[in-house]
């Protein structure tokens, strides 16, 4: 500081200096895991490889840890080591996505059979450039050890995708967690195979296949779609699709119908064996109802469960498919049958293809039955207690049209 002229003048030294900060991944890892008990050892192992540095991720990982190490323990080595690969596999890909090398679909569908081109066609070089990059990272996946996603790997993937300690989530994955221990436990033999088939290079397929052959003996109809799906591999690599398409057969035919599958929807992973797949789709052929509207409206009072089979029978039907079945029911209840079936036209949805289905069943049962009223004074006095639906039924076919020619008009722009 100094005075002149009467004026003070200061004098400032200012220094502006940017510290970058960039540590390693092993340094940041080693910083949110570092008092490792074995769970976040193996977490943080992973972390490595993943190369997630990013201090953010890595708490989020930790927190998730936390909530799923309480109920991991006593279990088995492998329910852990599965649960410690897609937790910061699942984080990165959800919370890190431009850091990760999969993405999230990328890991939901990884496992699953796909094709990169039409059949018979030579792929272009876009095709060609496609197939590399996803053939990058399926080895990438094979390299960090996660084979395929597996239901397991489902619920801890949606717990992540939550973002914080959903308990409905979290009780699903503990549900999770107590099917694959004892799924675990069940197929014990089979698992023991895998491990003498991954042990080597050993020339000793015949020890292979009698641990095989005894764990199907043995443990079949404790085995999983993905178990059989995964030894079809193994015996239609070694040329023994004989052997193995009996066993399938035994599988769909004696022990799939009881772990009550009734939609395809309920199955994740599609199976990468043909046959298999072949074998399925006959399996979910025979579970659908077939028949005309007597058959489905029995079968909506026998297995009130199958509702969408019911109602999609149903809509299949005309009008005088309804009108025959009215024509020749002779029944204490027909009023019943008859109010099933009209109910229907009171049934709300915000998807509009669902209310085309809903409404255009009952429109169809209305008009079947007012033409019934007409062949004779009896029914037309019959008629009379299901009048009321009248108005619906006008407002429904109304509705129906309307919406029909929208979707013409839509088409035709298209």
């Keep these: 500081m100094s005075r002149k002229a009467g004026a003070i003048h200061f004098s400032e030294k200012v220094f502006d200096y940017e510290v970058l900060y960039s540590p390693s991944t092993k340094d940041s890892v080693g910083l949110i895991f570092g008092a490792s008990t074995p769970l976040l050892k193996m977490i943080s192992q992973n972390c490595e490889f993943l190369n997630i540095n990013n201090i953010r991720l890595l708490k989020k990982i930790e927190l998730f840890a936390s ?62 450039e496609a197939a590399q990059i996803e053939a990058e990272k399926t080895s990438f996946l094979q390299e960090y050890g996660f084979i395929r996603c597996s239901e397991f790997d489902l619920a801890i993937i949606n717990l992540v995708k939550k973002g914080y300690a959903d308990e409905d989530l979290l009780r699903e994955v503990v549900e999770e967690i107590e099917k694959k221990i004892l799924h675990d436990n069940d197929v014990a033999l089979l698992r023991d195979a895998w491990k003498i088939y991954n042990s080597s290079f050993l020339d ?129 209840d027909f009023s019943f049958h008859a109010r099933l079936v009209l109910r229907l036209g009171n049934t709300s949805f915000p998807n509009q293809d669902d209310a085309l289905v809903y409404g255009g069943i009952f429109v169809k049962a209305f008009a079947a039955l007012n033409r019934l009223s007409g062949t004779t004074p009896l029914n037309k006095l019959r008629m009379r207690k299901f009048k009321s639906y009248e108005s619906l039924y006008l407002r429904e076919l109304r509705k129906i049209e309307a919406m029909t020619d929208a979707k013409a008009e839509a088409a035709k722009s298209d």
Excluded at 84 to 104: F, N
Excluded at 233 to 244: A, D, K, N, S, T
Excluded at 270 to 292: A, I
């Design 67 to 128: 909530l799923l190490s309480e109920n991991l323990k006593g279990s088995q080595d492998l329910v852990v080591e599965q649960a410690c690969r897609i937790l910061p596999l699942a984080v990165l890909a959800i919370y890190g996505e431009r850091r990760s090398k999969v993405s999230l679909d990328f890991i939901l569908s990884h496992g699953n059979s796909r094709t990169s081109h039409i059949l018979g066609s030579e792929p272009g070089s876009e095709d060609t």
């Design 204 to 332: 000793n397929e015949v020890e292979v296949m009698q641990a095989f052959e005894h764990a199907i003996a043995v443990g079949l109809d404790k085995f999983s779609l993905e178990d059989l799906d995964s030894v079809a591999f193994l015996y239609c690599g070694l040329g023994r699709e004989v052997e193995i398409k009996g066993v399938i057969d035994k599988f769909f035919s004696e022990i799939y119908p009881r772990y009550g599958v009734s939609d395809k929807d309920e199955i994740f992973q599609w199976p990468n064996n043909s046959y298999v797949r072949q074998c399925l789709d006959v399996f979910f052929e025979g579970l659908v109802l077939k028949g005309g509207v007597a058959e489905f409206i029995q079968a909506a009072f026998d297995n009130p469960s199958k509702s969408f089979e019911i109602i999609k029978g149903l809509a299949d039907q005309g009008e005088d498919d309804f009108y025959h079945y009215f024509a020749s029911l002779n029944d204490p």
